[in-house]
Each structure stands twice: as C-alpha cells, then as structure tokens.
C-alpha cells in the first residue's frame, strides 16, 4: 500500500511568491532601458507650436518644447501619486487609519522640488531670452520697418530700396525662383524682402498709434510703439514665403494690416534688389523729366502771353 506524503502549503516566504515579486521589477528595469531606444526613434512634437524657421524661433521652440515636456512629467507623476493613494488608501474598514501630523521628508521633498523646477526653468528662459534679444555687430542687411494705419513700409537702409503697402494691397509680388508669390493666403500686404541663411537687422518704429508685428513660424512678436525705436536680428535659415500680421488693435481695418516675408537665396536677393533701385530710379527720371516737360511749358505760355501783351499795348 503505498504511503501518501503530506504537502506543505506553501508560506508567504517561498521562492514562488517572491519570484512574483521580482517579476514586475524586472519588467520595470527592461522598459527603462528600452525606453531612450524607443524615444530616440520619435520625434519631438510641436505641442501645438512652430518648430520656427528662423536660428531665433528654433531657440523658442526648444524653451516650449521642454516647458511642455516638464509640465507633463509634473503632471504624470502628480496624478500616479492622486491613483495610488486612492487605490492604496480606500476604505476596507470602519477603523480608523493610524494618524500622524508630520513627515519630515516628505515636507522637505514637495518644498525644494518645485524650487528646483522653477529656477531650471527661469535659467533655461534667461539664455533663450539672451539669445533671442542678441544682435549681431555687423548684420547683412538692414531695414527700417514702419507700421501706420493700416499698412507697413519697409525701406532697405544704403540700398535706395523701399517696398509700401496698405489695406491687403501687394505692391511688390516676389515669389521664389522668379516665380508669383504664393500660396495666395500666405502673400498678403506688402512684402519684407530677405536673404536666407543671413542675419537682417529690423528697427522697427510706428507712424501714429500702437502696432504688433507678428510672423507665426518665426515664434517671434515686437510691437511698434510711437516714439520708441525696437531693434532685433532676424536670421531666416530657409528660403520660404512668410505670412504676417499686425497683432494689436489698432483701428478700423487692422484686420487687414497683412504683410508677409519672403526669404530668397543670396543672389536672387541681391538680383532683387538691384532690380527694385533700378525701377526706383527709372521712376524718378520719369517724374523729373516730366517735371522738366511741365516747367518749360508753362515758361514758354508767360513768354507767348507777354508778346501778345506787348503787341496789344502798341
């Protein structure tokens, strides 16, 4: 007759229940080392924003990106602490937890965290802020931009070339390659001209009240105020067709105080401009000489009247 062996059952100590254990620390430890793998195979989101175009919004963009980025570390880890004590602490009971009024460090981790975290962010913010305001010594191009209501007027400091535009009228229509400008939402009002990939000095002033110039892919916004002079670089890495607007209520049509800015490669740039002087001047002949034309014709009728005069008194 063969003999049956009692079986232990198993005691909460056995190798079993503390391989359970281990098996969720493992998994954890093998998804922090994938993870880099993982994340270095995605790329960034623009959280709603403008990676920019221009070597100063691209310095914008990784200020939002890494504030958006820390707000959702903040918030993730703040909601898995609200679910654990729900879940930890919930009512299994009538008795009442054990109660205690102070906890050292748990006082001290949630008082010097959030310090840490806003002083990162306010360094982070005074370098980007640094490198946005920073203005080169010797720009390629400079332009004095004036905002009025309700239009802008770009004049190209030494070049003898000024572009002027109001109320969605495009006088000056340059698009890429020598092609129209387009597409047609983005060409709006008149356009400021630049060379890609160089640094353009803007000083920026107002004729009469308080205007915003804003280009949305340049995450950049100045105002224009009256009596005060604001000066910033603009270093547009990419040739491209712009659009912009005036941001601040400044009248009745501000809703159509457009503009848009077009970055061409050097040469064309350079082409650009030379053919704009040459209009300039071409103009200024035309209306000299008619000037000229207009003067000798209205000497020649005093002449002819003060003969007729001359011959009506004999």
């Known amino acids: ?33 994938l993870l880099p793998f993982i994340l270095g195979g995605c790329q960034l989101p623009t959280f709603w924003g403008y990676r920019g175009s221009t070597t100063q919004a691209q310095d914008e963009f990784r200020l939002w990106s890494g504030t958006f980025i820390a707000a959702i570390v ?16 919930r009512r299994r009971s009538d008795e009442v937890p ?18 840490i975290i806003v002083l990162v962010l306010f360094g982070f913010t005074v370098v980007t802020e640094n490198a946005v305001d920073d203005v080169a010594p010797h720009p390629a191009v400079t332009v004095d931009v ?22 969605l009228n495009d006088p000056d229509p340059v698009g890429l390659n020598g092609g129209p ?56 890495q990419h040739e491209g067709i712009y659009r ?13 105080m457009f503009f848009h800015v077009v970055a061409l490669p050097p040469a064309q740039f350079a082409a650009w401009l030379s053919s704009e002087r040459s209009a300039t001047t071409t103009a200024v002949r035309s209306t000299t000489s008619a000037s000229s034309g207009a003067t000798t014709a209205a000497a020649g009728a005093v002449s002819h009247t003060s003969t007729s005069t001359r011959k009506a008194a004999a």
């Open 1 to 33: 007759m063969a003999k049956v062996g009692l079986v232990d059952a198993p005691t909460p100590g056995s190798t079993g229940a503390a391989a359970l254990k281990r098996y969720p620390r493992r998994l954890a430890l093998v998804g922090a080392a």
């Open 74 to 89: 903040v918030g993730v880890i703040t909601g898995a602490l609200i679910v654990w004590s729900i879940i930890r602490y």
């Open 98 to 115: 054990r109660q205690f009024q102070y906890h050292f460090g748990l006082e001290m981790a949630y008082t010097i965290i959030p310090i």
């Open 146 to 167: 004036y905002a009025f209501q309700w239009g802008w007027q770009f004049n190209y400091a030494g070049k003898d070339v000024s572009v002027l535009g109001q109320t």
């Open 181 to 236: 400008c387009e597409p047609t939402d983005h060409c709006l009002g008149p356009g400021l001209v630049v060379p890609a990939g160089q640094t353009v000095r803007i000083y920026l002033r107002s004729r009469d009240t308080i205007h915003g110039f804003y280009v949305p892919q340049f995450n950049f916004s100045r105002y224009a105020q009256p009596g005060f002079l604001n000066k910033f670089d603009l270093t547009v």
């Open 244 to 256: 912009a607007q005036c941001t601040q209520f400044c009248g009745l049509y501000h809703s159509e």
